[in-house]
Each structure stands twice: as structure tokens, then as C-alpha cells.
């Protein structure tokens, strides 16, 4: 497969949506996510937000969905939970009693809100590479302990030695880009097992799922300790020069 037809992976560009800097796509993409779960007009805003960006970047919106099966599956899950009318709800919908109006809205709107979060996520990925986000998250924490650290220094003045000037990932950054970097690594493992299941030809439905989401739990498990050991070796837990 395609490393583009890979989801939540990179596609190289030189739209404005890939020049722009990853911090301020990914303050984008949390208000995305938190705005179209405040309301059903936020909503719609952060749908359409999310479909402008996409054309912006030369992506198909539908492509951003690709890999989202099983939100669509917890999406409808969701909805038809909640539409069943509990004991001492009013809104039942007339003829037939046991289904509540207003549960099939919050479900509905609770659900697209999934669909549409994670397909923010998958532009953001499609649009910034994990080198750019770490570098971006790296300088936004410098720049917030190096303030801390200057009314440090004017304190400390001539009292004791100043505290040196932070540069490099600590525990925070480094956090949030390893956090970010196992999701496309997820969808690029996934696919793998999946191609690799299909050329066996292994048959579809349960028996699938049964022996490919232990195949990917465990190579999953591989890579966090791999990297943990990279990390380690290289001192990058917490780098304070």
C-alpha cells in the first residue's frame, strides 16, 4: 500500500496548510475537537473547518476518513444507545414509547463529534511531520521555562549562582511527541498486519480481527520498549543543558 494511502500519515506538500507552523495546527486541532463538542453549530463549523483545510491541502475531505471504520461502528453504537427512552424521559417519539427524541440528538451529535475529531487528527498528520511537531512543542516549552527561569535569575541576582537556560525536550514535550508519534505508527502497523493477512489469504470478519489485533497489541508493546531503550541510551528523557 501507499505510504499517502496509509491513514493518519504524511503527504508531502507545499499548500499553506503544510507551511503553516505545527503548533498553531495543533492548537487548530484542539479547538476543532473541543468546539464541535460544545454544540451542534460548533459542530457544523468545525466540520466544515475541517473540510476548507483539507481542500487547502490538496486532500480529498473523504480520504481523511480512511482507516475510521471502527469510530463509524462506535458512532452508530453510540447513537442507538442512547436513543432507547429511559424510565421518566418525556421526549418519547410519538408511536413509540420506547425511543427517545432527544437521546437519538445528544447520540447523533456525540458521535459525528468522533467522526469528525478524528478526521481533524488525520489532517493534521497528513499536513505535519513528527519531526515539526516535536521541534514546535520543544521551542513552545523553552520559551515558557526560560521565562520562568529569567524572574529566577533577577531573584537570584548576586545571591546565588542563576539558574542556566533550558534548551532541549524534557519530560513534557517528549511526552506529548511520543504520545502524537504512536498514533500514525498504529494505523502504519495496522495496515502492514492487514496486507500481509490478505496476501495469505486469510478469510474476513471476526477471524481477522481475532489474530491481527494481537499481532498489533504486541508489536505496539515491541516499539514502545524499543524506543524507550532508544531514549534511554541517548539521554533524552530529560535534557536540562
Known amino acids: ?101 432527544q437521546g437519538f440528538t445528544g447520540g447523533l451529535h456525540q458521535g459525528l463529534c468522533f467522526i469528525v475529531s478524528f478526521a481533524a487528527g488525520a489532517l493534521l498528520f497528513s499536513v505535519s511531520t513528527m519531526q515539526e511537531l516535536r521541534d514546535s512543542l520543544g521551542r513552545v516549552e523553552n520559551a515558557v521555562v526560560n521565562r520562568f527561569l529569567s524572574w ?38 495496522w495496515e502492514n498486519a492487514n496486507l500481509a493477512f490478505d496476501a495469505r489469504a486469510g478469510k474476513k470478519g471476526f477471524r481477522r480481527f481475532s489474530i491481527l489485533i494481537p499481532l498489533v497489541i504486541g508489536r505496539m508493546m515491541e516499539m514502545a520498549g524499543e524506543t524507550a531503550e532508544a531514549l534511554e541510551s541517548r539521554g533524552l528523557s530529560l535534557t536540562v543543558r
Open 152 to 189: 529566577g535569575r533577577f531573584f537570584c541576582r548576586g545571591k546565588a549562582a542563576p539558574p542556566k537556560k533550558h534548551r532541549g525536550y524534557s519530560g513534557f514535550s517528549l511526552g506529548i511527541s511520543l504520545m502524537l508519534g504512536f498514533l500514525p505508527r498504529f494505523f502504519e502497523i
Open 1 to 101: 500500500m501507499a505510504r499517502g494511502m496509509i491513514p493518519y500519515s504524511y503527504r508531502s506538500g507545499t499548500s499553506p496548510l503544510h507551511r503553516c507552523p505545527a503548533i498553531l495546527k495543533l492548537l487548530g486541532l484542539l479547538l476543532i475537537s473541543m468546539g464541535a463538542f460544545f454544540s451542534i453549530p460548533g459542530l457544523a463549523v468545525a466540520a466544515f473547518m475541517v473540510g476548507a483545510g483539507a481542500l487547502a491541502a490538496g486532500i480529498r475531505p473523504w480520504e481523511l476518513l480512511r482507516g475510521s471504520k471502527p469510530i463509524l461502528v462506535l458512532a452508530v453504537f453510540i447513537t442507538l444507545i442512547r436513543t432507547f427512552d429511559a424510565p421518566g424521559l418525556t421526549d418519547a417519539v410519538p408511536g413509540l414509547p420506547g425511543l427517545s427524541r
